[in-house]
């Protein structure tokens, strides 16, 4: 069964420099969730966005921002990196009938330097 | 405010032994409930989830979790433990359909 897609898989960056992670959702799911991963830490919940239009927000930084495009793909763009950004990265999908279950892609590490 | 806690940040049993993860909520509603593993240097695996059907819910890989209102808990167990189940669990809440909060995690460690 497709899952869920992010890419790249791996990134490095530089203090203040930015970056962008793609997120492909599985097919004919509708919403998108952004989850950050601290080293050692739990799941965080970032955003979400519902048909194209943000739903839910938690503790994002003002310095990232995201959209979730027509054909449902999102992406998460992240400005003026700091090294505490470093983390893993998850986007989940759900389907609008059944939103109570998330599922995860294989996350994007992003290590700032 | 909705919350989780997994009882043990590290967990160890022996091969072939009983595995229990504790995990107990806090819910104003009546809440979704899941249980997601985390492999090393892995994605988020959902294991199986609770959305107020049967109260024991069985799983991938042998694991299952009962739901117990009166107590607020929703425990992993699995009856005989293998050493590919090494790894970090999660137990997880979604209230509103939305965001998913998850405990912080206990790390489940096999012995030969």
């Known amino acids: 069964a497709a899952g869920v897609i992010q890419s790249p898989r791996h990134l490095i960056k530089e203090k203040r420099e930015t970056a962008t992670l793609k997120c492909y959702p599985i097919p004919r799911h509708d919403t998108v969730y952004w989850y950050q991963q601290g080293p050692g830490q739990d799941p965080q919940f970032l955003i979400s966005f519902y048909e194209k239009m943000q739903s839910d927000k938690g503790s994002i930084p003002d310095r990232f921002s995201a959209q979730q495009f027509s054909d449902y793909h999102s992406e998460l763009n992240m400005s003026s990196l700091e090294l505490g950004d470093s983390a893993l990265y998850f986007c989940a999908s759900s389907d609008s009938r059944s939103r109570e279950t998330q599922y995860f892609g294989p996350g994007t590490r992003l290590l700032v330097l | 405010a909705q919350s989780v806690t997994q009882l043990g940040s590290h967990v160890s049993v022996s091969e072939g032994a009983l595995v229990l993860l504790r995990c107990n909520y806090s819910s104003s509603v009546p809440p979704y409930l899941f249980w997601y593993v985390q492999y090393p240097n892995k994605g988020l695996q959902l294991l199986l989830k609770?959305?107020?059907?049967?109260?024991l819910v069985k799983g991938i890989n042998g694991f299952e979790a009962e739901f117990k209102k009166s107590e607020t808990s929703f425990h992993l167990t699995k009856p005989s433990a293998h050493m590919s189940d090494a790894a970090e669990y999660f137990c997880?809440?979604?209230?509103?359909?939305?965001?998913?909060?998850f405990g912080k995690g206990t790390r489940l460690h096999i012995l030969p």
């Open positions: 609770y959305t107020s059907a049967a109260t």
């Open positions: 997880a809440v979604n209230i509103r359909d939305d965001k998913i909060i």
